[in-house]
């Protein structure tokens, strides 16, 4: 068993905008491609190119249709990964110590070298965030680029986690959540985000802010009062063109 923090001094972690996540899956490729190139063990395929493939990935996109009872039926894309929880079960049942909270930022990490491989913070995780790297024989996780966003030798702008830092929609953020005056914090304050099944008591850091109502169009597009014609008759160098086509065979003349 293994103790959590009292508390940390900060709480960094993501908030994540599902009304602008489009479900590219830059954000899933960016970090299986840094966390294999970089952070501890590579992140393994089986089969990649065969039958029934398999891999490591410490974070996913799922996508979902819903439909709103007084809306329009959207399509909703869920980027998933470790949530960095205040009251992490991960830790707790970690027999080995292998699972931690670090009291200096709030990030749960893995010693890959005293994970054991038992997957008991796989079974005590309930956002399914923990993967078995079956080559390895270790458990992976999102670790927020550790050795990102401290690393002093990259350019300031590549000081944030990879995913963040990839998303061409800008549906990721990244920052302190435990100052109500960050970045971060302010975007959850204002858009309403929420945690991921608060019912389960981890207390997940990662926010997500929810997907904004579609408007009803009434079953006109929005576009059409900017095609109706600007004129009768065509005129200028466009009255010429169509008159020039109406000349070819198969024209109206």
Same mark, same amino acid.
């Given at each position: ?8 001094? @900060? ?10 996540? *489009?479900?590219? /899956? %830059? ?6 491609? &840094? ?5 501890? =063990?590579?992140?393994?395929?089986? @089969?990649? !190119? ?9 974070? @996913? *996109? ?10 329009? %039926?959207?399509? $909703? ?13 991960? *830790? ?19 010693? +890959?070298? /005293? ?6 913070? %796989? &079974? =005590? ?5 923990? +993967?078995?790297?079956?080559? +390895? ?27 963040? @830092?990839?998303?061409? =929609?800008? =549906? ?32 997940? $850091?990662?926010? !997500? ?7 009803? &169009? ?6 059409? #009062? ?13 009255? &010429?063109?169509?008159? %020039?086509?109406?000349?070819? #065979?198969?024209?109206?003349?």
């Amino acid at each position: 068993m293994t103790d959590l923090p009292t508390q940390t001094d @900060r709480s960094l972690g993501l908030v994540i905008d599902l009304d602008t996540c *489009v479900g590219c /899956h %830059a954000c899933v490729i960016s970090c299986k491609g &840094w966390n294999t190139e970089n952070y501890g =063990a590579p992140l393994s395929d089986q @089969r990649p !190119y065969g039958t029934e493939p398999m891999g490591t990935f410490l974070n @996913r *996109v799922h996508s979902y249709e819903v439909q709103p009872e007084d809306g329009t %039926a959207q399509t $909703v894309h869920f980027p998933k990964s470790c949530l960095h929880c205040e009251s992490a079960p991960c *830790v707790i049942v970690c027999p080995t110590g292998a699972s931690y909270k670090r009291v200096e930022d709030g990030i749960v990490l893995v010693n +890959e070298d /005293h994970c054991i491989g038992c997957g008991l913070c %796989a &079974w =005590a995780c309930p956002y399914g965030a923990r +993967e078995l790297d079956q080559e +390895e024989g270790v458990m992976k996780k999102c670790t927020l680029c550790v050795d990102r966003i401290y690393n002093e030798n990259l350019p300031k702008e590549d000081q944030i986690p990879s995913c963040v @830092r990839t998303c061409p =929609a800008g =549906a990721r953020h990244f920052g302190d959540l435990s100052d109500p005056n960050s970045d971060v914090s302010q975007l959850v304050e204002s858009r309403g985000g929420f945690d991921l099944m608060p019912e389960m008591g981890t207390k997940p $850091v990662n926010k !997500y802010l929810p997907p904004r109502p579609k408007d009803s &169009w009434d079953d006109q597009s929005l576009l059409a #009062p900017l095609l109706k014609p600007v004129a009768e008759e065509p005129v200028g160098f466009l009255g &010429w063109l169509d008159k %020039a086509l109406d000349k070819l #065979p198969g024209g109206s003349a």
